[in-house]
């Protein structure tokens, strides 16, 4: 069993930056992890997402250039850099991880192809 613990959300103005962190427990074999976000009355939508080795990354178009996926793994801590923040980034952010690799360079913003789920940390960004 992983559990994942995000931390670093909070109230940031138009501009500003944030720097999440997802801390993970727990004896499971972690291939990748990814962030996603929910925004009120949307679906989850993916936002970036990092091997366990850190060679293959990926981005959501409307991150690109402005949010930055990390991990240190003798932390089993995975990051997500945020800067130049809009209010559209306003939303739950969820860290998850997925223990197999298989088919995750096709399916890596899709909700269903990760295993375990933090609670999730509020990202609010004032206009």
């Known amino acids: 069993?992983?559990?994942?613990?995000?931390?670093?959300?909070?109230?940031?103005?138009?501009?500003?930056?944030?720097?999440?962190?997802?801390?993970?427990?727990?004896?499971?074999?972690?291939y990748a992890m990814g962030w996603f976000r929910q925004a009120p009355g949307k679906e989850r939508e993916f936002v970036a997402g990092i091997s366990w080795d850190g060679t293959t990354i990926y981005y959501a178009d409307s991150v690109k250039g402005r949010f930055t996926i990390s991990r240190d793994n003798a932390k089993d801590t995975a990051y997500l850099q945020m800067n130049s923040l809009k209010p559209e980034d306003?939303?739950?952010?969820?860290?998850?991880?997925?223990?197999?690799?298989?088919?995750?360079?096709?399916?890596?913003?899709?909700?269903?192809?990760?295993?375990?789920?933090?609670?999730?940390?509020?990202?609010?960004?004032?206009s």
């Not at 995000?6 to 427990?25: K, P």
């Not at 909700?111 to 789920?117: A, F, L, Q, S, T």
Request: charged residues 15%.
């Open 1 to 30: 069993q992983v559990q994942l613990l995000e931390s670093g959300g909070g109230l940031v103005q138009v501009g500003g930056s944030l720097r999440l962190s997802c801390a993970a427990s727990g004896r499971t074999f972690t």
């Open 90 to 126: 306003t939303a739950v952010y969820y860290c998850t991880n997925v223990r197999s690799g298989v088919d995750w360079g096709r399916n890596y913003a899709t909700p269903d192809k990760y295993d375990y789920w933090g609670q999730g940390t509020q990202v609010t960004v004032s």
